[in-house]
């Protein structure tokens, strides 16, 4: 089961967020905060990686579980960030957010015109063709 998506940009401003199922919420009343301690957490772990790591870190953190929850990140070649949190029952799923960036993301956000670069999400059909496409992953509960 999905739980949450965010997109954020290489500078850590949250563009879209979705929740889907989240078991527990302790910041429920606050999503900017909760946001913000989502990009921390990625932006600490991924230089904690990247410091101890023997040699060249390659790809870098793509993700980590717990014995709660899955965290599945993709980061663009433009610096966005995609990510994902699941239940243990998930698989791999940053192909399916490198399809959200390449096949949704990039045409429905990035090519609109209308669209002003590092602003909030508000494109419906992108919401629309976003939550459908979740819902062949997995299962989800809007």
């Not at 998506?5 to 290489?10: D, K």
């Not at 709660?68 to 239940?87: A, K, M």
């Not at 390449?102 to 670069?117: A, D, E, K, Q």
């Given at each position: 089961m999905?739980?949450c998506?965010y997109?954020?940009?290489?500078?850590?401003?949250?563009?879209?967020?979705?929740?889907?199922?989240?078991?527990?919420?302790?910041?429920a009343?606050?999503?900017?905060?909760?946001q913000?301690?989502?990009?921390?957490?990625?932006?600490?772990?991924?230089?904690?990686?990247k410091?101890?790591?023997?040699?060249?870190?390659?790809?870098?953190?793509?993700?980590?579980k717990?014995?709660?929850?899955?965290?599945?990140?993709?980061?663009?070649p433009?610096?966005?960030?995609?990510?994902?949190?699941?239940?243990?029952t998930?698989?791999?799923?940053?192909?399916?957010?490198?399809?959200?960036?390449?096949?949704?993301?990039?045409?429905?956000?990035?090519?609109?015109?209308?669209?002003?670069?590092?602003?909030?999400?508000?494109?419906?059909?992108?919401?629309?063709?976003l939550?459908?496409?979740?819902?062949?992953?997995?299962?989800a509960r809007?």
């Amino acid at each position: 089961m999905l739980h949450c998506l965010y997109i954020f940009t290489r500078r850590g401003a949250c563009l879209f967020y979705h929740e889907w199922s989240r078991p527990r919420n302790a910041l429920a009343g606050n999503a900017e905060e909760d946001q913000k301690l989502m990009y921390g957490l990625l932006f600490s772990l991924k230089q904690l990686v990247k410091n101890l790591s023997p040699g060249d870190p390659g790809q870098g953190m793509t993700g980590f579980k717990t014995s709660s929850y899955n965290l599945h990140l993709y980061e663009s070649p433009t610096g966005y960030r995609f990510v994902i949190t699941s239940d243990g029952t998930c698989g791999d799923l940053r192909p399916s957010l490198r399809h959200i960036y390449g096949s949704l993301f990039v045409p429905y956000v990035l090519r609109n015109p209308l669209y002003t670069m590092n602003s909030k999400i508000t494109n419906h059909k992108f919401k629309t063709e976003l939550l459908a496409f979740a819902d062949t992953l997995v299962p989800a509960r809007r």
